[in-house]
């Protein structure tokens, strides 16, 4: 979060009220962090996968943020930032689903930001059981968002620590031609309290360190790629 936090301190700059909306917003974790901002006005977050009844759960925890499981609840051209964090991947045709975003709800000038998985050598079952589609390599993404009437600011990668993990757990099923899912993810992280704080807290500090060596034009392969955009005036 702190990494997200950053890249919307540095395009939100000077840009006095802000309008949120968060496509794919999940547990609305983002979302609310986001209300807790003075500057900010309004934060919708949109899942098409959240049932009536999860919305309506989501909506009492914070009645800042508004919640919605379908586009044609929101308000055309409102919002001057746009979050798509780790969205794009799922969808089949990725670069309408971007550009139908950028033109119908995204402000002229307004900024968006996006994280993907990276590297699409490491596309494995893991992949699949979470309906990926695709991977991004860095150049990719940029090309999408240049496709869709952005102009890309800046773009790196994140969590570089895991990257060479997932390089090996991908050559692994390569080589012995596995059977076995890699279904658990993230979700399936089981280590115990004070294991789970000290890997937050290095991922943390990683993500800081890429955040600043990225700003000095230096970059780090991750297991995420971002891309920080603004539409086209």
């Known amino acids: 979060m702190h990494?997200?936090?950053?890249?919307?301190?540095?395009?939100t700059k000077?840009?006095?009220?802000?309008r949120v909306l968060d496509v794919g917003c999940g547990d609305?974790?983002?979302?609310?962090?986001?209300?807790r901002r003075s500057d900010v006005q309004v934060v919708d977050g949109v899942d098409v996968n959240l049932t009536e009844q999860e919305v309506d759960a989501l909506r009492r925890k914070d009645d800042k943020v508004y919640y919605y499981n379908a586009y044609r609840d929101l308000d055309l051209g409102r919002y001057n930032l746009v979050l798509l964090m780790d969205v794009l991947e799922h969808v089949q045709e990725d670069n309408?689903?971007?550009a139908e975003i950028v033109d119908g709800y995204l402000a002229k000038g307004g900024n968006l930001i996006i994280t993907v998985p990276a590297f699409s050598f490491l596309y494995s079952r893991h992949d699949v059981y979470l309906a990926h589609f695709r991977r991004y390599d860095r150049k990719q993404l940029v090309r999408l968002v240049k496709d869709s009437n952005l102009i890309c600011i800046r773009s790196g990668y994140l969590f570089l620590s895991l990257l060479p993990i997932r390089l090996a757990e991908v050559l692994w099923e390569r080589i012995t031609d596995g059977e076995r899912?890699?279904?658990?993810?993230?979700?399936?992280?089981?280590s115990g309290k004070l294991l789970t704080?000290?890997?937050?807290?290095?991922?943390?500090c990683e993500n800081r360190l890429s955040m600043f060596l990225n700003s000095i034009?230096?970059?780090i392969p991750g297991l995420t790629v971002w891309a920080v955009c603004r539409k086209r005036a």
């Open 3 to 11: 990494a997200i936090q950053s890249m919307i301190g540095s395009v």
């Open 14 to 18: 000077g840009l006095g009220v802000i």
């Open 28 to 35: 609305g974790f983002i979302c609310r962090e986001l209300s």
């Open 96 to 98: 309408k689903f971007l």
């Open 181 to 190: 899912e890699r279904s658990r993810g993230v979700g399936g992280w089981s």
């Open 197 to 204: 704080l000290a890997a937050t807290a290095i991922l943390r």
């Open 217 to 219: 034009g230096v970059r």
